[in-house]
């Protein structure tokens, strides 16, 4: 299925695009949102990831040669959302909420934003990235 133009299979997990094992080559927040800079395990692909009409974020260890292992994307207003996805909002608010606050922010959150995605990175070595955004979009890195 696609998700914001992002093919993504029913579990979430971003495809369409060769990333594990790969490089977190760069990483960038501005006003205009976040952008990841992906580099195939073998160094041939290069793929950027955007993201926009940031609501949230966060970035637990970013460590010089990240290694991704998956890459999730799912709507946050699905009526339910899988116990990654779940997760992956943990991370979002780790450190910032209670366990007690968390379910009443994601609350909040669901209801002010049903249309937000949740992106999240997760690594292999090197770091967790976990993004509420309003859209996501990859272009090739190679051409770009």
Known sequence: MTLD????????LVVGF????????????SEDGLRFDIR?????????LKAGG???FAVQDYWP?????????????????????????????????TVGDLSTLVARQ?????EALILHLDSSYGGTFTCLCEWVRHVDGNTA
Request: zero cysteines; a negative charge.
């Open 54 to 56: 940031v609501i949230d």
């Open 5 to 12: 133009g992002v093919q993504v299979r029913e579990d979430g």
């Open 40 to 48: 195939s395990v073998d160094g041939a692909e290069r793929t950027i």
């Open 65 to 97: 040669g990240t290694i991704l292992s998956t890459i999730h994307l799912w709507r946050l207003g699905e009526p339910a959302l899988p116990p990654l996805a779940a997760q992956a909002l943990d991370d979002l608010y780790q450190g910032r909420a």
């Open 110 to 114: 669901r209801r002010y934003h049903p």
């Open 18 to 29: 060769r990333y594990h094992d790969g490089q977190l080559a760069g990483f960038a927040a």
